[in-house]
């Protein structure tokens, strides 16, 4: 059954298909209809009643669901056996995962039981062709897995001309998420999770979990007050918490920022962050480093304050205010304050 389509695995969480999925459908059906296949959707675990109707609309033409309790939650053998097996019957060309840490954990050992090749963190992916340099032998509309490299320095184009699957992690919020068409339908396959998996793989029982939601909602934030290095101090984050409270904003910051302790880890946007689209984004003392710029530079309307003139975040901004932030903040607070409704 060879049919060469391009399917996207599918992270759920009580009966919710995941935004990183959802977002790789969006992509996944720009990449199928480029190709001229279907794409298709592979979810696993107990309790999958209503997927479909979750995930159709996202142009999802076929979708195998593999029912069974020993499935969630996730736990590695299981899953990638199934995977591993299931591949090798229905053959895929391309196959896509959110890079969390199912994706992290999941891609490798399907990747390498099928000797198929992984590029992690993709930022973009297209389809194109290639010219080996050594062969001259010519691919087309191969997967270009677009990644940074080298600390952010270089982006580089990663290809997998031979092996199929052609597989790729992306993180959350790099792909936009977009509804193909509300009223598309696909076909549901069921399959017997026991064709698929041996009873020897369920080695790891989960006794019990505990999930903590988060508090720090930075990616779903309509207006972002980001802060860098040259705020300076802990304490001057606190006037970015104002502001923000004064919006009705979030609070991120830059790995700079992070490292020096200003505020924690969770508020990280960037290459080795989140990375976010918030309608307003305004970066207080932040330099503006690829890596930072990458993780934002999708914003609608950004505003930089910095004492820098020159600073590289200055070139993509809409707006910018030079000044030092300790005395352009408290202004905008008050001025805010005074002519919000």
Not at 150 to 178: H, L, Y
Not at 210 to 237: D, L, M, R, T, W
């Amino acid at each position: 059954m060879d049919q060469n389509n391009l399917i996207v695995y599918l992270e759920h969480e009580a009966g919710r298909v995941a935004d990183v999925s959802l977002e790789l459908l969006t992509k996944g059906r720009v990449l199928a209809s480029r190709l001229g296949v279907k794409l298709e959707a592979v979810i696993l675990g107990d309790k999958l009643e209503g997927i479909e109707e979750q995930v159709f609309p996202y142009g999802v033409d076929l979708l195998y669901k593999v029912a069974d309790k020993r499935l969630s939650p996730y736990t590695s053998n299981p899953h990638a056996a199934v995977l591993i097996n299931l591949f090798r019957e229905i053959k895929p060309q391309i196959c896509l995962m959110g890079a969390t840490c199912i994706g992290r954990d999941l891609g490798p050992r399907v990747s390498s039981c099928l000797h198929s090749g992984l590029t992690a963190d993709c930022t973009a992916l297209e389809i194109g062709d290639h010219t080996d340099p050594k062969t001259g032998k010519e691919y087309k509309d191969l997967l270009l897995q677009i990644r940074p490299a080298f600390g952010g320095n270089i982006v580089a184009t990663i290809v997998n001309p031979e092996c199929r699957p052609q597989m790729a992690t992306v993180r959350e919020g790099v792909m936009k998420r977009e509804v193909f068409d509300p009223a598309h339908k696909g076909e549901v396959v069921e399959l017997d999770a026991k064709k698929y998996v041996d009873d020897a793989d369920f080695v790891v029982d989960i006794l019990d979990r505990h999930i903590e939601q988060s508090k720090i909602n930075i990616k779903n934030s309509p207006i972002i007050v980001a802060g860098g290095y040259g705020v300076g101090s802990k304490e001057n984050f606190q006037l970015l918490h104002e502001l923000a409270d004064t919006l009705g904003a979030e609070v991120g910051a830059s790995r700079a920022a992070v490292d020096a302790g200003f505020t924690e880890h969770a508020r990280q946007i960037g290459q080795t962050g989140v990375t976010v689209r918030p309608k307003l984004y305004i970066a207080c003392g932040i330099s503006g480093q690829i890596q930072h710029i990458a993780g934002m530079q999708d914003s609608s309307i950004i505003i930089s304050i910095n004492n820098d003139p020159a600073a590289p975040i200055n070139t993509i901004a809409d707006y910018v205010i030079t000044g030092n932030m300790e005395d352009v903040v408290p202004k905008l607070i008050k001025y805010y304050k005074k002519n919000s409704k």
